[in-house]
């Protein structure tokens, strides 16, 4: 139980298949002050890790038949839906077998195209749930409230069966017309038999509203101002860390004929979610000149790792390297 403990001693534990967005959440973790974090890809793993901070219960409570005889020290469970070999609601039945909602906190998680799964996971006894992706300030105000107290609460989030209220319509009132000013003469040379016209000043048109971007396959779609780029997220983050940090050989993919790459030195800004691109040289090594500057989201969603993927730059400097 979290309770009476420092941000950096409270043990958070991520269950979710895929690496990437484990790392992911766990830099947002980091991010707000959480140190002690803990990582399992299948529900074998998260077992393992379970049982491992669990101690007896020797307390008064406990010998009158008052309290549970284990205790977990883990404080937060992260549990995905994509969790192996089953899913993650099934783990999260074996976790409430096991432990009551208020001495294990489940925050339960899923893409957009299982957002269903997220009210099921509630009603099987999940603390809370949210909805992937998130921001750090999104995810920091839903453990919060689970962290904050002995024995967490359980938040009925989701109520598809709510429909939205009506909105009320309001008449406005009538404009008074006002009164047309007088338009000035316009100087020109007097000719006979024509009179001078009024001048009128052509106003700019107006900008157009700004329109809503289409949405992906079925995910989330996000375009980031000012940079035409367009992404979704629905099958999670496509750039692998290294070591849990942003400091490699990416490339973007190129929407040209025949398909195409970019490659830069990617490195996350510190203390910022953003990530800074730097210009290659012919081997692949970074220059230390800056080519652009992106939003976190936008890198996870739209690069790869070249050391992963490949690309013509690394293949160019490996064939150098034999000969």
Same mark, same amino acid.
């Given at each position: 139980?979290?309770?009476?403990?420092? +941000?950096?001693?409270?043990?958070?534990?991520?269950?979710?298949?895929?690496?990437?967005?484990?790392?992911?959440?766990?830099?947002?973790?980091?991010?707000?002050?959480?140190?002690?974090?803990?990582?399992?890809?299948? #529900?074998?793993?998260?077992?393992?890790?379970?049982?491992?901070?669990?101690?007896?219960?020797? @307390?008064? &409570?406990?010998?009158?038949?008052?309290?549970?005889?284990?205790?977990?020290?883990?404080?937060?469970?992260?549990?995905?839906? /994509?969790?192996?070999?089953?899913?993650?609601?099934?783990?999260? !039945?074996?976790?409430?077998?096991?432990?009551?909602?208020? !001495?294990?906190?489940?925050?339960?998680?899923?893409?957009?195209?299982?957002? /269903?799964?997220?009210?099921?996971?509630? /009603?099987?006894?999940?603390?809370?749930?949210?909805?992937?992706?998130?921001?750090?300030?999104?995810?920091?105000?839903?453990?919060?409230?689970?962290?904050?107290?002995?024995?967490?609460?359980?938040? +009925? !989030?989701?109520?598809? !069966?709510?429909?939205? +209220?009506?909105?009320? $319509?309001?008449?406005?009132?009538?404009?008074?017309?006002?009164?047309?000013?007088?338009?000035?003469?316009?100087?020109?040379?007097?000719?006979?038999?024509?009179?001078?016209?009024?001048?009128?000043?052509?106003?700019?048109?107006?900008?157009?509203?700004?329109?809503?971007?289409?949405?992906?396959?079925?995910?989330?779609?996000?375009?980031?101002?000012?940079?035409?780029?367009?992404?979704?997220?629905?099958?999670?983050?496509?750039?692998?860390?290294?070591?849990?940090?942003?400091?490699?050989?990416?490339?973007?993919?190129?929407?040209?004929?025949?398909?195409?790459?970019?490659?830069?030195?990617?490195?996350?800004?510190?203390?910022?979610?953003?990530?800074?691109?730097?210009?290659?040289? &012919?081997?692949?090594?970074?220059? @230390?000149?800056?080519?652009?500057?992106?939003?976190?989201?936008? $890198?996870?969603?739209?690069?790869?790792?070249?050391?992963?993927?490949?690309?013509?730059?690394? #293949?160019?400097?490996?064939?150098?390297?034999?000969?």
């Amino acid at each position: 139980m979290a309770k009476g403990k420092k +941000k950096s001693e409270i043990k958070i534990l991520i269950v979710d298949a895929h690496e990437t967005s484990r790392h992911v959440i766990a830099i947002l973790l980091h991010k707000l002050g959480y140190k002690d974090i803990l990582e399992a890809g299948a #529900a074998i793993d998260a077992d393992t890790i379970i049982s491992s901070h669990i101690h007896k219960n020797e @307390g008064m &409570a406990s010998l009158l038949g008052g309290g549970p005889t284990e205790i977990c020290d883990v404080d937060l469970v992260i549990l995905d839906y /994509d969790t192996p070999p089953m899913n993650g609601l099934g783990y999260l !039945a074996s976790l409430r077998a096991r432990f009551e909602p208020g !001495a294990v906190p489940v925050l339960f998680t899923a893409m957009k195209k299982d957002e /269903d799964k997220l009210k099921t996971a509630m /009603d099987c006894g999940a603390n809370q749930s949210l909805l992937k992706p998130f921001t750090q300030g999104k995810l920091g105000s839903v453990i919060a409230p689970l962290l904050s107290v002995e024995k967490a609460p359980i938040i +009925k !989030a989701f109520d598809f !069966a709510a429909k939205p +209220k009506k909105p009320v $319509f309001v008449k406005p009132e009538k404009k008074k017309d006002k009164p047309k000013p007088d338009l000035p003469m316009a100087k020109s040379e007097d000719k006979p038999g024509k009179k001078p016209g009024p001048v009128v000043e052509l106003s700019r048109p107006k900008d157009k509203p700004a329109g809503k971007s289409k949405s992906g396959t079925g995910g989330i779609s996000f375009r980031v101002s000012g940079s035409g780029a367009k992404y979704s997220t629905e099958n999670g983050p496509t750039a692998k860390l290294v070591d849990g940090v942003i400091d490699a050989h990416y490339h973007e993919k190129v929407d040209v004929i025949g398909g195409g790459e970019n490659c830069y030195w990617a490195k996350q800004i510190d203390g910022q979610d953003r990530v800074r691109l730097e210009y290659l040289t &012919a081997k692949g090594k970074s220059t @230390g000149m800056e080519a652009k500057i992106i939003p976190l989201e936008q $890198f996870m969603h739209t690069f790869y790792l070249c050391e992963e993927h490949g690309c013509a730059i690394l #293949a160019r400097a490996e064939a150098d390297a034999r000969n």
